[in-house]
């Protein structure tokens, strides 16, 4: 005979009957349910508050499981191995020149104090420029300042502390905080009083906020809203002892050192001309075109940001001579078509400088444009391979040989290269196109048509008869 059996088993009907369960038993026991006795075989009206929804768990459970993505930092003998195995597989032409770097100074470099969420658990870790840098003595004081109980709001409300070199001992802090309230606004006033009192080498203190609400990195800050309120100093910064300075949201290296000497590098690698011209693409600060400026009769400089025509026109302001403009528009084949049909522009040996940043790339009409504008020299900076790949054999289909490849590490112990390469024209003909030779045999006509048989009758023909002797003598 079939006997039904009970939903409870009787280990537990007999622990459950009349009594009260702990949460921890009877979670075990019934599920999503928490806290409440069973008496009768029933549940017990329980409260919403009391269940759990799936997601809830759901998200708990894998924030204890998740794991932070560990990325791998190449050593400087593991980058020099794979763009020599690029050249080889890509068969890149020419080799290679000396590597550009400088050594990296933790007073020249930015650093930053970002909050982590670990689960439910907030923590501020110091972020190094590179790896096996200490922190400097500046970042841990203020480190120290943040874990005091007065600031324990305005540490709640805080996202990161950017912490940007001039490239000579003295930062720029850029604050991204969430204000609300009285309270958090008190303890932003009181920090900056600390910055101001105990700080001496920050010479400028920032508050950001960023729509959407993410981090704030210079390098990518596309498609965001930036508000920011200066609360000490001013909105630009010197570049070290240059005598060019730039807006304190504008984009630079981590590390300053190389940066600050590669105009110099530039110039080795061209030897311009003092008749010579310079177009800038993706200036950005400028810093590049302004102290080439007198190495140069005219220079351009373009960009599309706010922070970037701000500190170029203050740049143009700090030089000695008068032959640099700015232009602020995106890189794009029409503005360049226009800028070089005018009559002042195309003439001259122009030095077109891009630098792509980033996933940017170059379009094959903005190639074509470019190489049209036939500038004596085309300097491309890339930290991409597979786009340095595709731009090589573009200029090369334009006419475009490629000179010089110039690799760059510009932040030791970060992991990051770039290659800077320069093109000129072929005007010996290695690439099988003798512009002497393509000029005349674009003159040579093709020969006519040899007439056929069948079609001779329909040929008018005009015959003139010879005289003979006699008619000729009568």
Same mark, same amino acid.
């Given at each position: 005979m079939y006997k039904q059996s009970n939903r409870f088993s009787r280990r537990t009907e007999n622990k459950t009957m009349g009594r009260t369960v702990s949460k921890t038993a009877h979670n075990k026991t019934v599920g999503n349910r928490i806290g409440k006795a069973i008496a009768g075989n029933k549940f017990n009206v329980s409260k919403k508050h009391d269940i759990y929804a799936d997601d809830e768990l759901n998200t708990k459970k894998s924030a204890k499981t998740e794991k932070p993505v560990v990325r791998k930092i190449l050593s400087f003998e593991d980058i020099k191995a794979q763009v020599l195995a690029w050249m080889t597989n890509d068969r890149i032409p020419g080799k290679l020149q000396a590597w550009y770097t400088a050594d990296a100074?933790? /007073?020249?470099?930015?650093? =930053?104090?970002?909050?982590?969420?670990?689960?439910?658990?907030?923590?501020?870790?110091? /972020?190094? %420029?590179?790896?096996?840098?200490?922190?400097?003595?500046?970042?841990?004081?203020?480190?120290?300042?943040?874990?005091?109980?007065h600031l324990h709001i305005f540490k709640k409300a805080l996202r990161q502390i950017w912490f940007r070199a001039t490239g000579d001992g003295r930062f720029a802090l850029l604050v991204q905080v969430n204000v609300k309230g009285k309270i958090s606004a008190h303890g932003y006033k009181t920090f900056v009083d600390f910055v101001e009192r105990s700080c001496p080498e920050v010479i400028s203190c920032h508050q950001i906020q960023c729509l959407p609400d993410r981090l704030f990195d210079p390098a990518d800050a596309r498609g965001m809203k930036i508000e920011t309120k200066c609360s000490l100093g001013s909105d630009f910064m010197p570049i070290a002892s240059t005598g060019f300075c730039m807006h304190?949201?504008?984009?630079? %290296?981590?590390?300053?050192?190389?940066?600050?000497?590669?105009?110099?590098?530039?110039?080795?690698?061209?030897?311009?001309?003092?008749?010579?011209?310079?177009? +800038?693409?993706?200036?950005?600060?400028?810093?590049?075109?302004?102290?080439?400026?007198?190495?140069?009769?005219?220079?351009?400089?373009?960009?599309?940001? /706010?922070?970037?025509?701000?500190?170029? =026109?203050?740049?143009?302001?700090?030089?000695?001579?008068?032959?640099?403009?700015?232009?602020?528009?995106?890189?794009?084949?029409?503005?360049?078509?226009?800028?070089?049909?005018?009559?002042?522009?195309?003439?001259?040996?122009?030095?077109?400088?891009?630098?792509?940043?980033? +996933?940017?790339?170059?379009?094959?009409?903005?190639?074509?444009?470019?190489?049209?504008?036939?500038?004596?020299?085309?300097?491309?900076?890339?930290?991409?391979?597979?786009?340095?790949?595709?731009?090589?054999?573009?200029?090369?289909?334009?006419?475009?040989?490629?000179?010089?490849?110039? %690799?760059?590490?510009? +932040?030791?112990? =970060?992991?990051?290269? +770039?290659?800077?390469?320069?093109?000129?024209?072929?005007?010996?003909?290695?690439?099988?196109?003798? %512009?002497?030779q393509a000029h005349r045999s674009r003159n040579i006509q093709r020969p006519k048509e040899r007439p056929q048989r069948a079609n001779m009758s329909d040929i008018p023909h005009f015959v003139q008869k010879t005289p003979s002797f006699k008619q000729r003598k009568d």
């Amino acid at each position: 005979m079939y006997k039904q059996s009970n939903r409870f088993s009787r280990r537990t009907e007999n622990k459950t009957m009349g009594r009260t369960v702990s949460k921890t038993a009877h979670n075990k026991t019934v599920g999503n349910r928490i806290g409440k006795a069973i008496a009768g075989n029933k549940f017990n009206v329980s409260k919403k508050h009391d269940i759990y929804a799936d997601d809830e768990l759901n998200t708990k459970k894998s924030a204890k499981t998740e794991k932070p993505v560990v990325r791998k930092i190449l050593s400087f003998e593991d980058i020099k191995a794979q763009v020599l195995a690029w050249m080889t597989n890509d068969r890149i032409p020419g080799k290679l020149q000396a590597w550009y770097t400088a050594d990296a100074i933790p /007073e020249h470099s930015d650093w =930053r104090i970002v909050k982590e969420y670990r689960g439910v658990q907030e923590n501020l870790t110091i /972020e190094a %420029p590179s790896r096996e840098m200490k922190p400097i003595e500046l970042v841990v004081r203020v480190m120290e300042q943040l874990h005091k109980d007065h600031l324990h709001i305005f540490k709640k409300a805080l996202r990161q502390i950017w912490f940007r070199a001039t490239g000579d001992g003295r930062f720029a802090l850029l604050v991204q905080v969430n204000v609300k309230g009285k309270i958090s606004a008190h303890g932003y006033k009181t920090f900056v009083d600390f910055v101001e009192r105990s700080c001496p080498e920050v010479i400028s203190c920032h508050q950001i906020q960023c729509l959407p609400d993410r981090l704030f990195d210079p390098a990518d800050a596309r498609g965001m809203k930036i508000e920011t309120k200066c609360s000490l100093g001013s909105d630009f910064m010197p570049i070290a002892s240059t005598g060019f300075c730039m807006h304190v949201l504008d984009w630079t %290296p981590r590390i300053k050192d190389a940066w600050l000497n590669f105009p110099t590098r530039i110039k080795d690698a061209i030897h311009p001309n003092r008749e010579d011209r310079f177009f +800038e693409f993706c200036s950005g600060s400028s810093y590049v075109s302004a102290c080439l400026a007198p190495c140069f009769k005219q220079v351009e400089a373009l960009d599309c940001r /706010e922070s970037a025509m701000q500190s170029s =026109r203050m740049n143009i302001k700090n030089l000695a001579t008068s032959n640099m403009r700015f232009h602020r528009s995106h890189l794009d084949a029409n503005f360049i078509a226009k800028f070089f049909s005018k009559s002042e522009n195309a003439e001259g040996r122009w030095t077109f400088y891009v630098n792509l940043t980033g +996933e940017d790339i170059l379009t094959s009409e903005i190639e074509h444009t470019l190489a049209t504008s036939r500038p004596e020299r085309i300097l491309l900076q890339t930290g991409n391979l597979e786009t340095a790949t595709k731009e090589i054999k573009a200029f090369r289909n334009e006419g475009y040989v490629l000179r010089k490849c110039i %690799p760059l590490y510009m +932040e030791p112990g =970060r992991g990051n290269f +770039e290659l800077l390469f320069l093109f000129v024209p072929d005007r010996v003909g290695l690439l099988g196109q003798n %512009p002497a030779q393509a000029h005349r045999s674009r003159n040579i006509q093709r020969p006519k048509e040899r007439p056929q048989r069948a079609n001779m009758s329909d040929i008018p023909h005009f015959v003139q008869k010879t005289p003979s002797f006699k008619q000729r003598k009568d």
